[in-house]
């Protein structure tokens, strides 16, 4: 069982389009979400932190968290062909496993952005 | 602003080896974790230190081990490496807040390739 979902794609989106990325995760009590970009072979890099319910903006990225639904999304508004990667979504969560709280990863989405 | 900085960038070992990574934090940052990013998976959480103690562990067996010295700097060790073992090997840095549980904003490095025979 996945604590932390997403899927996988790829969403593929036309350039200049909202591209919407969603993740699901396990754990009412989660107080902390993050959305990372990860290009081929290269290490994830933050984009958004968000810790509270509703919208945070940063540029052309709005992540959107629902912690009643324990939903949170990223939109990517004006898609650039650049923008093409895996978004990897990001929990601090309870781990059954270990009893301890740990930031736990999707699997990522991988986005194509066609020119 | 320097960024994390990991080494090596890669690195070939054999079954029954032991391996050691090396990190060093963005400056300002206290908090070195460590993960395991296998193919096409999202990073597995391995350990978290914290004032060069071991504060948070994933679920990974003792023969991953750490270490974090006074300068914030960190080391991942493998022992008796296994051909799953293979791997990106990520070193990821965060200031130690109360908010988030210790799990502040993480900044990634570029992360060490692990290829084990």
Known sequence: QKEVEQNSGPLSVPEGAIASLNCTYSDRGSQSFFWYRQYSGKSPELIMSIYSNGDKEDGRFTAQLNKASQYVSLLIRDSQPSDSATYLCAVNMFSEDTGRRALTFGSGTRLQVQP | ?117
């Not at chain 2, 900085?5 to 990574?21: A, E, F, M, W």
């Not at chain 2, 206290?30 to 504060?55: K, N």
């Open chain 2, 1 to 117: 602003d320097a960024g994390v900085t990991q080494s090596p960038t890669h690195l070939i070992k054999t079954r029954g080896q032991q391996v050691t990574l090396r990190c060093s934090p963005k400056s300002g940052h206290d908090t070195v974790s460590w993960y395991q990013q296998a193919l096409g998976q999202g990073p597995q959480f391995i350990f978290q230190y914290y004032e060069e103690e071991e504060r948070q562990r994933g679920n990974f067996p003792d023969r991953f081990s750490g270490h974090q010295f006074p300068n914030y700097s960190s080391e991942l060790n493998v022992n008796a490496l296994l051909l799953g073992d293979s791997a990106l090997y990520l070193c990821a840095s965060s200031r130690d807040r109360v908010l988030a549980g210790g799990f502040d904003e993480q900044f990634f490095g570029p992360g060490t390739r692990l290829t084990v025979l």
